[in-house]
């Protein structure tokens, strides 16, 4: 258990917490440390733990809280907690704020369970590719900052399409290089990245669509 990704939850809506942990904890890798109901607690149960939480799930609606008040003072006291904010405030200059303070991920009310999943999964990809190295090559910048498309298929003015994480994208690439791979199913693809097949299929097909793999 102590390899799991510690998860903090910052909703003021029981049921909703409730069923946020329920998909949290269906996540491999992950644990709930704790609830919390406002700002006020949060800040509190961050003050007085010994074991700090790695990741938030912040609610931006919370009662004793103004605006984006609770993200701004958790960025200044804990800078090296990442946050996702799972919420109902779809404003843009809301979310624009939130990816200014540093938000990992951003997703709105009500939760799809397919796109949460997505999104821790991501998280724990993002993690361990930080603790994996300690340099980075601007080919490994450009995907974890949303740029490998530029160097995945030579155009710059072409995005990675829907559905194909960079970070994953990127992991994939490394595991079909010549010289630590001569091939790989969607299967055995799924079973190693801890996707569903028809996943690992599709960012197959995407390698090959860019002409640097061939299907055999």
């Known amino acids: 258990m102590s390899d799991h990704i510690r998860v903090l939850v910052i909703e003021d809506d029981f049921r909703v917490a409730e069923i946020n942990r329920k998909y949290v904890e269906s996540v491999e890798g992950y644990i709930v440390q704790e609830v919390v109901k406002t700002g006020q607690e949060a800040l509190a149960y961050l003050e007085k733990c010994t074991i700090l939480p790695q990741l938030i799930l912040l609610d931006i609606y919370i009662p004793d809280v103004e605006g984006m008040e609770l993200l701004w003072q958790l960025r200044y006291h804990y800078r090296h907690m990442d946050i ?33 999943t997505q999104s821790l999964k991501r998280y724990k990809q993002y993690r361990h590719f930080f603790t994996a190295k300690e340099t980075l090559e601007q080919r490994e910048i450009d995907a974890v900052t949303g740029n490998d498309a530029q160097t995945d298929t030579g155009n710059t003015n072409t995005n990675l399409p829907k559905g194909i994480d960079p970070i994953t994208l990127n992991d994939i690439r490394d595991l079909l290089k010549p010289n630590k791979e001569k091939g790989i199913t969607a299967v055995d693809l799924s079973n190693r990245i801890g996707t569903s097949r028809s996943t690992a299929r599709r960012y197959l097909e995407y390698l090959v669509s860019t002409g640097r ?4």
């Open 213 to 216: 793999f061939i299907r055999r």
């Open 84 to 116: 996702i904010a799972v919420t109902a405030a779809n404003e843009a200059a809301t979310i624009q704020e939130a990816i200014r303070g540093g938000a990992f991920d951003y997703i709105v009310k009500p939760v799809d369970v397919e796109r949460f």
